[in-house]
Structure formats: structure tokens, C-alpha cells
């Protein structure tokens, strides 16, 4: 079973950064588009970016510039380095395939709350 376990939020002030990780079980990370998604409250969950396995990235409008996606198919392991955060981008995040149907559970995800 494709497990994919996220971590690295916290609370941060306006204008800081922090780098989420999500590390994926299985030989399947490196065949697969991987991305990255939040849910804020009362809200449904979006894509926030998204890379391919040869590594062409997508973003969503409201992170281009300040969010950089990138993987590490050695470590199965793909990586989200956010800067110049703001309070909307409070959420909890989720890692999983940029596929139509993803290929794992959505999993706990990891809290990003931005803050002074």
C-alpha cells in the first residue's frame, strides 16, 4: 500500500519560509507527477503545484514566485520551499500524485499556519 507521510509546517510570521517534505513508500514515486495540494477551512482542497518526473513544475497563480516545488526520486521525497508567506496561504497541505485519480489516501497532511 502507497503510503505518503508530510511534514515540515508550524506557525511563522508574515513574510517568513518553511520547506515541507513529503516522503513517499514504494517504487511508484518516480513514475508519477507528483504535487502538492492544500485545504484551508471551509474551503475545498486546490493544487498548489505540481512536477512531472522529467521535473517541469506548475503553479498555482497565487504562489508563482514565492512557492518552488522539486523532487528527489532517490529519496522518494518531494519537497515544497515556500517564502514570502501570507495568511491566506494557511492550510493544511497534502502531498500526493498529479494524477486524475491519486494513487494514495490522502494522508494527515502537515499544518501551515501564517501568522503574526
Known amino acids: 500500500q502507497v503510503q505518503l507521510v508530510e511534514s515540515g509546517g508550524g506557525l511563522v510570521q508574515p513574510g517568513g519560509s518553511l520547506r515541507l517534505s513529503c516522503v513517499a513508500s514504494?517504487?511508484?514515486?518516480?513514475?508519477?507527477?507528483m504535487g502538492w495540494y492544500r485545504q484551508a477551512p471551509g474551503k475545498q482542497r486546490e493544487m498548489v503545484a505540481t512536477?512531472?518526473?522529467?521535473?517541469?513544475?506548475n503553479y498555482a497563480d497565487s504562489v508563482k514566485g514565492r512557492f518552488t516545488i522539486s523532487r528527489d526520486n532517490a529519496k522518494n521525497t518531494v519537497y515544497l520551499q515556500m517564502n514570502s508567506l501570507k495568511p491566506e496561504d494557511t492550510a493544511v497541505y497534502y502531498c500526493?500524485?498529479?494524477?486524475?485519480?491519486?494513487?494514495?489516501?490522502w494522508g494527515q497532511g502537515t499544518q501551515v499556519t501564517v501568522s503574526s
Open positions: 514504494g517504487s511508484f514515486f518516480r513514475f508519477y507527477a
Open positions: 500526493n500524485s498529479a494524477t486524475d485519480t491519486p494513487v494514495s489516501s
Open positions: 512536477i512531472a518526473r522529467g521535473g517541469s513544475t
